[in-house]
């Protein structure tokens, strides 16, 4: 059946569910969002990441995408009543060398510049803040306390749900996008696998499918420069330390150990380890699997484990109790894709994090709807591809 559209927005992970709510935010009638599998339990990384959201870089660009989505985040409703969907726990990272700690300086006065706040910290300020971290491994650390833990799924259920209310919004899942329609240089719609809905007219389209955007942008002529890779994450069994602080997921901030490449969080009673210290794992966007996800490869684990149990003693007492090798999408600059592509109406929002996903969809409907993004955004326009 054949359907009109103002807007298709294609993916309805954390990125696609946000242009949808900020385009039915600012009034935009006709917004049509496809996915392809689940809307709740997508195929994407926003289903499986475990969300950590960052306030505070030494980007300015992404400290200010960061701060305004955090606003956003703080203010939802909640996806599922009496489930917490963000922990306000902070970011503390943690250097184990002068020079990182030096870094964490110029990143205070980009956050300063900002109005964003941070605090350097002694090792026995980290250790107060995170009590499994063994202090005299570390020279110091940063606490980015807008910084948090949110629950990325279950955001993105709730601006779904905010934009559906407006009534402006319409949301099919199990539909998978095969053709992006082009005509003389325009977008004119797409075609998909949903006989209910194979065909839909409309004179914009946003690609938010972020992994699986390569192969359908080729489909209208567009070369979208940028490549899946494997992020691995792995949850230990019950941390005895943890047991008394395990009835809240989320009480310690999110931390990251910068010098080793790896972060972790607290999950109950267990903690959830990510980490991008192994050789890069990169995926060929032609043989992407139906979900963003690859089995635990562990020989790319083990190196990170042996450093981490350095930093926390505790872990000597757990093992690794599961794991998987995310995926999510990198760039040459590791700037996200934004913008109108060289075909007229057919906009890219991929590439970027979850710790910038309300305000990329701001950007973006801003964008598409007054011709203006209202900040600036060369560094991850398109047009620098093309
Ligand atoms: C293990 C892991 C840890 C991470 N940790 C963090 C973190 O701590 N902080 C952070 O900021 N970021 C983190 N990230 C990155 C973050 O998860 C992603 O950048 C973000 O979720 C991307 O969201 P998205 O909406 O662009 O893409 P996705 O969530 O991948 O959504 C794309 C959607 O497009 C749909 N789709 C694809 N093709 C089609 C088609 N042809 N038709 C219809 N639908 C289609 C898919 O089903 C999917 O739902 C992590 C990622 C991983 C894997």
């Not at 998909?192 to 002529?221: M, R």
């Not at 047991?243 to 080793?260: G, H």
């Not at 990198?330 to 996200?336: E, G, L, M, V």
Request: proline share 6%; charged share 20%.
């Amino acid at each position: 059946m054949t359907r009109q559209a103002n807007v298709v927005v294609i993916g309805a992970g954390i990125i696609g569910s946000s242009v949808a709510y900020h385009l039915a935010d600012m009034g935009v009638e006709g917004v049509i969002v496809l996915d392809k599998g689940s809307l709740a339990d997508s195929d994407g990384s926003t289903s499986h990441a475990p969300g950590g959201l960052r306030t505070l870089t030494v980007s300015k660009f992404f400290t200010k995408l960061g701060i305004a989505s955090r606003q956003l985040y703080d203010q939802l409703p909640l996806a599922e009543p009496g489930q917490e969907q963000f922990f306000r726990t902070g970011l503390v990272q943690v250097a184990s060398t002068a020079e990182r700690f030096n870094s964490y300086k110029r990143i205070q006065e980009v956050g300063a510049s900002l109005g964003v706040a941070s605090d350097l910290l002694s090792p026995e300020q980290t250790a107060e803040l995170i009590p499994l971290l063994d202090p005299s491994q570390i020279v110091g650390g940063m606490l980015s306390p807008t910084s948090g833990v949110i629950k990325t799924s279950l955001v993105a259920t709730s601006m779904q749900r905010v934009a559906a209310a407006t009534g402006r919004a319409l949301f099919y899942d199990d539909t998978e996008v095969t053709d992006v329609l082009v005509d003389n240089g325009r977008v004119i719609g797409v075609r998909t696998a949903n006989p209910e809905i194979d065909h839909v007219e409309c004179p914009q389209v946003v690609l938010c499918n972020n992994i699986w955007a390569p192969v359908l942008a080729s489909k209208a002529g567009i070369n979208m420069p940028l490549f899946p890779g494997e992020h691995q994450y792995i949850f230990t069994t019950p941390v005895p330390a943890l047991a008394s602080r395990a009835e809240r997921e989320v009480t310690m901030p999110l931390c990251t150990v910068d010098d080793i490449s790896i972060y972790f969080r607290q999950h109950h009673e267990r903690l959830g380890i990510g980490s991008y210290h192994h050789e890069a794992r990169l995926v060929d966007p032609w043989a992407i699997p139906e979900r963003a996800q690859l089995p635990f490869t562990p020989r790319d684990f083990d190196e990170a484990w042996d450093l981490m149990r350095k930093h926390l003693p505790d872990l000597d007492q757990v093992e690794v109790e599961s794991g998987f090798n995310g995926m999510f999408a990198f760039t040459a600059d590791h700037y996200p894709i934004l913008g109108e592509s060289p075909v007229k109406g057919l906009w890219s929002a991929v590439g970027a994090w979850l710790s910038y996903g309300s305000e990329v969809g701001k950007v973006m409907a801003r964008w598409m709807t007054e011709g203006d993004p209202g900040m600036d955004v060369t560094v991850a326009d398109i047009n620098r591809f093309h």
